[in-house]
C-alpha cells in the first residue's frame, strides 16, 4: 500500500476538478477584478496567449491574480487619488516575480513527491492539463468573462490543500508521525507576521501582501502578544475593492470588524466616509460610496422579495451571497489556534475543515507562539515518502 501512495500520479489528484478560468496578460485590473467577482475561486489564472489569433502555440500561465491583489494594489499612494484609473492599467502590474513562480506547469505524468517538491520551491498552483475529449470540451465551454479552453486544451490547477487533503485520506500510512505533537515534529515556525490591535490597518499592507505570497496570516495583537485576531488573505479574498478605503482609515483593529464575515458595521463605514473626506481623497470616496450604495440597494431589494431575510439595520452584507455570484459567504476574521502538543493529524483536520492553509500556535495565556503551515506538514511527508520508496 505504501509503495502504491508513492507511485500515485499528479492525474490522480486531479479527478473531478473543474477546467480553469483565465485572463489574459493583456487584459486590464478591472477585467480581472470583474472576472474574480463573477468566479466561484478566489483567484484567476493570468496567461500569456491570444486568443484572437488562428493558433498560438505559446499559452503559458504566468501568474494569478486575486482580491487581495487589487487591494493592495488600490492601497499604493499613486493610486489612492483616481481608483477607477488605476482599475484601467494592465493586469500585469498585479504581477511579479514572485508572482510568477507561484504557478508551475506540471504534466499529469508527474509523481506526487515531484508535486511535492514543486510546492516545497514555493508553488502555490500546480497547473495540470485535463485529459478529456474534444467534443466533451466543446460541451463544456460556455460563453464567459473567462473562456477554460487553449488550443483545444483544458487545465486545472492543485493547491496545497489538495495535497494535504489527499495524503489525510491515506494517514494510516503514516502512523510513526500521524499522532506525534507539532511540537516534537519540529514544524512550529517561530517567524511569523503581526500587527499591533491599535496600529493603523496600513501599517500592515506590506505584511498583508508577503502573507498572500507565503499563504499565511497576519496575526494581530496586544502589546503583551496575546492574540486577538487576524488579517487574512483568504478573508479579505472575500471582501471587495472598496476594503482598500478600509485599509486607508481604519485601526487594525477595527479591520478586522470591518471584514468579518457578518460585514462591517454601520459605524465604521460612516467612520471610513468621514475619514476619507479629511483626506481629502475624492476619488476613493466616490468608488467607496458607489459600492456600499448598491449593496444597500441589492439588500433592499432582497429583503422586499423575500420577507425572511434579514434586514441590514446594524450591518451591511458583504457576503458573496450578496455581492458575488452566491456560492460563498466570506471567513470570519477569528483565528484558527492550537497548542503545541496538538497532534499532526489533528492540526490537519483543523486547518481542512476551517479552509486554511495555517494555524496559529499559541499558550494557554493566548500569546503567540508560531505559526503551522500546510508547507511545514508537507516536509514532513516528503521525507516520510522518500523512506518509502
Known amino acids: 500500500m505504501a509503495v502504491r501512495l508513492v507511485a500515485y500520479e499528479v492525474a490522480d489528484l486531479c479527478l473531478g476538478k473543474p477546467p480553469l478560468r483565465f485572463l489574459s496578460s493583456s487584459a486590464t485590473v478591472a477585467d480581472a477584478l470583474a472576472a474574480i467577482k463573477s468566479s466561484d475561486d478566489n483567484s484567476i489564472s493570468v496567461w500569456s496567449c491570444d486568443h484572437s489569433k488562428t493558433r498560438n502555440l505559446e499559452c503559458v500561465c504566468v501568474g494569478k491574480v486575486c482580491m487581495v491583489d487589487i487591494i493592495c494594489y488600490l492601497c499604493r499612494e499613486d493610486n489612492l487619488s483616481s481608483p477607477a484609473l488605476a482599475l484601467k492599467a494592465p493586469v500585469s502590474v498585479l504581477l511579479s516575480k514572485v508572482n510568477g513562480g507561484l504557478v508551475r506547469h506540471v504534466e499529469p505524468s508527474s509523481s506526487l513527491l515531484e508535486a511535492i517538491d514543486l510546492i516545497l520551491q514555493g508553488a502555490q498552483n500546480l497547473v495540470v492539463p485535463i485529459k478529456t475529449s474534444n467534443s466533451k470540451r466543446k460541451q463544456l465551454q460556455k460563453p464567459s468573462i473567462c473562456p477554460t479552453i487553449h488550443n483545444g486544451q483544458q487545465f486545472c490547477w492543485l493547491t496545497q490543500e489538495d495535497v494535504i487533503r489527499f495524503l489525510l485520506s491515506s494517514i494510516g500510512l503514516f502512523s510513526s508521525i500521524a499522532a506525534l505533537s507539532i511540537d516534537t515534529l519540529g514544524i512550529i515556525s517561530t517567524e511569523f507576521l503581526a500587527v499591533e490591535y491599535h496600529s493603523p ?24 502578544g496575546t492574540l486577538i485576531g487576524e488579517i487574512s488573505p483568504i478573508t479579505l479574498s472575500c471582501c471587495d475593492e472598496s476594503t482598500a478605503a478600509a485599509i486607508m482609515t481604519l485601526s487594525a483593529g477595527d479591520l478586522m470588524a470591518y471584514i468579518d464575515c457578518g460585514g462591517p458595521p454601520e459605524e465604521l463605514v460612516r467612520v471610513v ?3 476619507l473626506k479629511e483626506r481629502n481623497l475624492e476619488g476613493m470616496l466616490e468608488e467607496f460610496m ?19 431575510l434579514p434586514s441590514p439595520t446594524t450591518t451591511l452584507s458583504r457576503s458573496r451571497s450578496y455581492n458575488r455570484s452566491g456560492s460563498r459567504m466570506g471567513r470570519t476574521a477569528e483565528a ?3 497548542h503545541r502538543g496538538s497532534s499532526l493529524v489533528a492540526v490537519m483536520i483543523q486547518a481542512i475543515a476551517h479552509r486554511v492553509n495555517y494555524v496559529w500556535v499559541i499558550e494557554d495565556d493566548c500569546s503567540v507562539v508560531g505559526i503551522v503551515t500546510f ?3 508537507l516536509e514532513v511527508f516528503r521525507d516520510n515518502l522518500e523512506s518509502m520508496i
Open 201 to 224: 490597518a496600513l501599517s500592515a499592507i506590506e505584511a498583508i501582501s508577503r502573507s498572500l505570497t507565503d499563504q499565511t496570516s497576519v496575526a494581530v495583537v496586544e502589546d503583551d
Open 273 to 275: 466616509e468621514a475619514r
Open 290 to 308: 458607489m459600492i456600499i450604495n448598491s449593496f444597500n440597494v441589492d439588500m433592499s431589494n432582497s429583503s422586499s422579495s423575500d420577507d425572511e
Open 336 to 338: 484558527i489556534v492550537c
Open 375 to 377: 508547507a511545514n506538514m
